[in-house]
């Protein structure tokens, strides 16, 4: 086997014979920044004893023994599991329980919520928002699933008239990002919304194939891309429920 170290530090030491470098972070270290975790928010979950062994760890495979951070009994799972599952038996059972059940599908604002917004996503919700009428008290939908440990998914835009989410991706500047474990994300993330009612219309841009029934590729967000959005939105819930929150054509810019 081949030692590799990464671009965030992790794996084997640099400097000795052998070893590989690679120029992107670790697979942990990319997990981690699509559940916008840290790894000392990881090291303060797993129990003390694996503290020292997780801290250079890149496998998102790899499987120790962890604190419920609600006070449950100490249980294994693989680091992947903690960051997309719900945790130990205790609280797994409390994501299916009936109260939980019936905030499904509930668009609502999460003060807490950590996002990065692009100038791009940005652009998207002002152009779309000169078509129809945006809620801006909203930024999380309650699932029925766990999302990345949450019962909740932030999409980047999200219309509850409609019970429709618009998501813009693109590579981004390495090339990488909407790929492979993030791909397979965003696809856990669609499903997720379908099982509580929603549908997701994804623009991909440069270059990013489609994912999904209402993909929209394009080079990059336009207006005439956004209109599209539109279109499929009257496509998905029929001219009437999108009539009912249309602000109007804006001139083209």
Known sequence: ???VNFRCGHGADADDPGVVALRRPC?????????????AELLRRVAPPHRTALARETRVGAAYEWQCPRGHDRYAATVREVLTG??????????????????????????SLRTRTSQT???????????IRLNHRVNAIHISRTFYGRREVWPDVIVPQLRIAVEYDDPG??????????????????????????????IRAGGLEP???????????TPAVVDEVVE???????????????????AAS
């Open 1 to 3: 086997m081949v030692a």
């Open 27 to 39: 697979p942990l270290c990319m997990l981690l920044d699509e559940t916008h975790r840290t790894r």
């Open 86 to 111: 719900t945790g130990c038996a205790k609280c797994r059972q409390s994501a299916i329980a009936p109260a939980a059940l019936r905030e499904a599908g509930v668009p609502f604002m999460n003060p």
């Open 121 to 131: 996503e940005q652009r998207l919700k002002t152009l779309l928002g000169e078509r």
């Open 173 to 202: 500047r390495s090339r990488r990002a909407h790929l492979g474990l993030k791909e397979a994300s965003d696809l856990d993330k669609d499903d997720a919304l379908r099982d509580v009612g929603w549908e997701v219309i994804r």
């Open 211 to 221: 994912v999904g029934p209402h993909s929209i590729v394009c080079r990059q967000l």
């Open 232 to 250: 499929r939105m009257r496509r998905i819930r029929g001219d009437a429920a999108v009539d009912a929150i249309a602000l109007g054509h804006p």
